[in-house]
T-cell receptor
Framework: DAGVIQSPRHEVTEMGQEVTLRCKPISGHNSLFWYRQTMMRGLELLIYFNNNVPIDDSGMPEDRFSAKMPNASFSTLKIQPSEPRDSAVYFC??????????????FGPGTRLTVL | GNSVTQMEGPVTLSEEAFLTINCTYTATGYPSLFWYVQYPGEGLQLLLKATKADDKGSNKGFEATYRKETTSFHLEKGSVQVSDSAVYFCALSQGSGGYQKVTFGTGTKLQVIP
C-alpha cells in the first residue's frame, strides 16, 4: 500500500509568488493533517480535516495560507503571496479515526519550500 | 491545554550505550501516548504507542511505559546503534467532542557514534 504522497518534494520560489503543495492521503483514511516544521518553531499543526471538512485551522499563520480538501483522496495547501519566512518543510499526514478511537498518524515525506 | 515536554538534545552516545529520552505530559483524562522517529530527510514515522496506563509500547528494541502517576512516557533502548541516529518526538493524542487533537513535543536529536 502506498503511503502518503506529497508533491513537489522540493520547491524554490521567489517572494510574492503563489505556491501550491499537494497531498494524497492513504486510501481509506478519513483524517488529514498539514504540519510545518522549522528549526526555530519545531513541528506546528496548521490545519486538520476530518471526512474532508476542516475541523481546526487555528494553526494557519495568516490569510496568506489556505487549505482545501475537495475529496477524500486529495488536499492542497496554498500560500499566496509567499514570503521568505514561509521557508520550511511542510508535512501532510493522514490517519483513520473511528468514533473516539485515536489512531496513528502516517506522515508523507514532506515538501521542502524555499522562498527567496 | 495539553502539552508535551521532552528533554532537549542533542544527545550523543557511543554505540551499544543505554538510551533514555525523557518525556512528560500534561493532559486531562487519559490520552494515548506515542513516540515518533524522524530520520534525516524523511517524515515522521510511528515508533511505538501506548493507549492506557501501565501499557508498555515496544518496537525495534525501544520501549516506553505509560506512567499515569508520574505523567511520563520515557523512551529507552538497551543498546543503541549508529542507525538509531534520528530525531525522536514524544506526542499525545486525545479525542474530545469529535476532534482528535495531537500534541507533539519539540523533538530530541540523537546522535550515535561508532
Amino acid at each position: 500500500d502506498a503511503g502518503v504522497i506529497q508533491s513537489p518534494r522540493h520547491e524554490v520560489t521567489e517572494m510574492g509568488q503563489e505556491v501550491t503543495l499537494r497531498c494524497k492521503p492513504i486510501s481509506g483514511h478519513n483524517s488529514l493533517f498539514w504540519y510545518r516544521q522549522t528549526m526555530m518553531r519545531g513541528l506546528e499543526l496548521l490545519i486538520y480535516f476530518n471526512n474532508n471538512v476542516p475541523i481546526d485551522d487555528s494553526g494557519m499563520p495568516e490569510d496568506r495560507f489556505s487549505a482545501k480538501m475537495p475529496n477524500a483522496s486529495f488536499s492542497t495547501l496554498k500560500i499566496q503571496p509567499s514570503e521568505p519566512r514561509d521557508s520550511a518543510v511542510y508535512f501532510c499526514a493522514s490517519s483513520s479515526r473511528q468514533r473516539e478511537v485515536v489512531d496513528t498518524q502516517y506522515f508523507g515525506p514532506g515538501t521542502r519550500l524555499t522562498v527567496l | 491545554g495539553n502539552s508535551v515536554t521532552q528533554m532537549e538534545g542533542p544527545v550523543t552516545l557511543s554505540e551499544e550505550a543505554f538510551l533514555t529520552i525523557n518525556c512528560t505530559y500534561t493532559a486531562t483524562g487519559y490520552p494515548s501516548l506515542f513516540w515518533y522517529v524522524q530520520y534525516p530527510g524523511e517524515g515522521l514515522q510511528l515508533l511505538l504507542k501506548a493507549t492506557k496506563a501501565d501499557d508498555k509500547g515496544s518496537n525495534k528494541g525501544f520501549e516506553a511505559t505509560y506512567r499515569k502517576e508520574t505523567t511520563s512516557f520515557h523512551l529507552e533502548k538497551g543498546s543503541v546503534q549508529v542507525s538509531d541516529s534520528a530525531v525522536y518526538f514524544c506526542a499525545l493524542s486525545q479525542g474530545s467532542g469529535g476532534y482528535q487533537k495531537v500534541t507533539f513535543g519539540t523533538g530530541t536529536k540523537l546522535q550515535v557514534i561508532p
